[in-house]
Structure formats: C-alpha cells, structure tokens
C-alpha cells in the first residue's frame, strides 16, 4: 500500500493540518509516513503545499514528483499541481473557489464545495477537513477513527473543545466523496 499525497491552497486554509492529521492518522494505524511541509515567500496569503507519504513499506523519500492523491484548496494549486498526478491518480479540488477547473484525462477529478459544507457546519475554517475527510472516503487511505484520534495530536491543548466539530467536518467530507463516487458509478451503468 503507498499514498502519495501532496496537499495545496493559500497559506491560512489549513493546508499543513491536512498533511499532520493525515501523517498522524497514518502511525495509528502502524505505517510508514512522511510529511513534508513547502512555504511560499509570502508572510500571509502566500501558497502552501505539504507532501505526505503513507506506506506499509519503507519510505525512501519525502519527496514526490508524481503525486497519487492531489488536493487542491484553491485554483493556482490546482493549475500547479493537477499536472503532476499519476497517471490514474486522484485530483479532488476546492469547486468553492474553482468554478472552471482545467480538464484533466489522465487522473479521476473531482470537484466538492468544502467552503459552503464548512459553513453549512458554522465554521468555514474547517473546509480543510472536509477536503480531508472527502479524501478518505475516497481512497479509504486511513480510517476515520484514526484521523479523528489523531486530532488529539494535532490540535494544541487549548482547541481540542473543536474536535467535534473537526470529526463532522471530516464525516461531511467523507460522505460527500460516497455521494460523487455513486453518482458517477450510476452515470457509468446508464
């Protein structure tokens, strides 16, 4: 089993927390992780990405020129980084702030509206999770009992009263993937 996920937006979407709770979520479960986090030159509101490895093997390297898994917050990572998926790989974008995302044939895409979920839950700072939580319902990476553990590690003392809040972000996100995932799999048999 080898996930090779890079994860990009704008600096202050979450971007980091993504790859740390999916690399905790990942020594739950006993496998090899990597995460490796990129900064771009801003002080605020610049780009962000991090790399994440998850691996029942060794992992030999951090970094990742062809990405299994692209999650992509906004459309300058998408534009950046979509290219770069495996051949068959995953492209999940934000379709909040991507309305006309450039056609990719050689990975399965998909676009969920995390901001809009995020505020449906109140919060809009957790569209990070629901992109998370669509990722693994998607790909079934870790489990979702083991992200939600990990939060506990993620989160500093003072936030863990919004671990609730993290777990039904995750869970809309998860359920949002199983909805796109079945009506493609309807539209495939009609």
């Given at each position: 089993m080898l996930h090779e996920v890079i994860a990009a937006g704008f600096g202050g979407q979450g971007v980091m927390v993504i790859g740390q709770l999916?690399?905790?979520?990942?020594?739950?479960?006993?496998?090899n992780v990597s995460w490796y986090p990129a900064y771009?030159?801003?002080?605020?509101?610049?780009t962000a990405n991090c790399?994440?490895?998850?691996?029942?093997?060794e992992v030999a390297s951090p970094v990742v020129s062809r990405p299994s898994a692209v999650l992509a917050m906004n459309g300058p990572s998408l534009e950046r980084f979509g290219p770069r998926a495996r051949e068959g790989g995953l492209i999940l974008f934000n379709s909040s702030l991507i309305a006309h995302p450039p056609p990719?044939?050689?990975?399965?895409?998909?676009?969920?509206?995390?901001?809009?979920?995020?505020?449906?839950?109140?919060?809009?700072r957790v569209a990070n999770m629901v992109m998370l939580g669509a990722f693994l319902g998607f790909t079934g990476a870790v489990s979702l009992a083991s992200a939600v553990k990990a939060l506990q590690k993620v989160l500093p003392a003072r936030r863990h009263h919004l671990i609730p809040l993290n777990e039904e972000?995750?869970?809309?996100?998860?359920?949002?993937?199983?909805?796109?995932?079945?009506?493609?799999?309807?539209?495939?048999?009609?």
């Open positions: 999916l690399a905790y979520a990942g020594l739950e479960e006993g496998l771009g030159p801003e002080m605020r509101g610049g790399t994440v490895v998850l691996s029942d093997a990719y044939s050689h990975a399965r895409s998909f676009g969920l509206p995390v901001n809009e979920i995020a505020l449906e839950l109140g919060e809009p972000a995750l869970r809309r996100g998860e359920r949002a993937a199983l909805a796109l995932l079945e009506d493609r799999r309807c539209a495939n048999e009609g």
